[in-house]
């Protein structure tokens, strides 16, 4: 993507009303966010929001949590943004090292950048659900209640990032009254926890733009995303082009409008190629879904998640995790 039609794009973002802008050390190793700030030398700082994510960059170190790595990639990152503080940083990962070695000096750390001003608040990611049971310390890709709420306390965080889009279970009601098998939402909700949504298009997936045969490049993190996912997903979107419209902007508007109605009290992350493509979202989110709009793409949406689960398309993801 040309760097100037980036920062066209993130300006017609701002244009829009957007506030909040995310990004992440390891986001074309920094050059994301060197995009980025030459957008925000362009409008008053105190106008927006930068989250920014670290973690999953270590560079030659043992733990992307130690001190030196920790300050390197803050230090680093306000420099590529051009901006003094970071109003969220946001850790990628749960991983502190064999008995959570590194806990403490991360801790430690990052109360130290509080303090100095160059980090207003902590972030965390975390999955869709969390896990029922104990999950490591060392295991990425599942977290359980216990062991986040542990983390939650130590850290103090105010904001919880998480995927989450039309294929992923939906929050439950009531959910909040169990710690069992908990989502993220309602695991927030209880701990008085900011959220925010990242991939709610899945990656492009529900704009109804890749046919079955779209080839993903080497290294293109979509390249994951299976030819029978796909093919399911074209079918499964069918309905909603019936009913909506085919072009990418109306599936994108429904899976927008869906996100919202379903986590109403999230900010909702979406990506862009174009400063067309960030009007078109915009342009999409003035016109309310009905009742009887949202009944439909609900029953959708429903449909397609039970069938990608019943195929095994959903690569070894925890049922109602996101595909994309």
């Known amino acids: 993507m040309d760097d100037d039609i980036a920062v066209d794009a993130l300006l017609r973002a701002r244009e829009e009303g957007a506030t909040v802008f995310d990004t992440s050390d390891v986001y074309g190793l920094g050059h994301s966010q060197r995009v980025l700030g030459r957008m925000l030398a362009q409008v008053p700082r105190e106008s927006v929001r930068i989250t920014c994510t670290i973690g999953a960059f270590k560079g030659t170190g043992l733990n992307a949590y130690s001190s030196l790595n920790l300050h390197g990639q803050v230090e680093q990152s306000l420099e590529n943004l051009g901006v003094e503080s970071l109003d969220v940083l946001t850790l990628h ?35 869709n659900r ?30 919880i990032t998480t995927p989450f889009n039309p294929l992923s279970r939906p929050p439950e009601p009531g959910a909040a009254d169990s710690e069992e098998d908990e989502d993220i939402f309602s695991f927030a909700s209880r701990h008085g926890i900011a959220t925010m949504i990242y991939k709610p298009l899945g990656q492009g997936l529900l704009t109804g733009k890749y046919l079955p045969d779209t080839a993903f490049g080497p290294g293109d993190v979509r390249s994951r995303i299976t030819a029978p996912v796909l093919d399911a997903v074209r079918r499964g979107l069918q309905p909603l082009r019936d009913r909506f419209g085919s072009a990418p902007q109306n599936l994108a508007r429904v899976a927008l409008h869906y996100c919202l109605k379903r986590c109403p009290d999230s900010i909702i992350l979406t990506g862009f190629t174009s400063s067309h493509q960030v009007a078109a979202n915009y342009e999409g989110l003035k016109t309310e879904l009905s009742e009887p709009d949202y009944e439909f793409v609900d029953t959708a949406y429903g449909a397609l998640r039970n069938e990608l689960e019943s195929l095994g398309q959903l690569q070894g993801r925890p049922r109602g995790a996101p595909v994309a």
Not at 97 to 123: C, F, I, M, N, S
Not at 137 to 157: I, N
């Open 130 to 159: 969390l896990a029922a049971g104990t999950a490591t310390s060392g295991d990425r890709s599942q977290v359980s209640a216990e062991r986040f709420a542990f983390l939650v306390q130590q850290f103090d965080p105010k904001v």
């Open 93 to 127: 990962h749960t991983d502190f090292g064999p008995r959570d070695q590194y806990l403490h000096e991360a801790r430690e750390t990052l109360e130290a950048q509080r303090d100095l001003g160059r980090v207003k608040a902590l972030g965390m990611r975390a999955p």
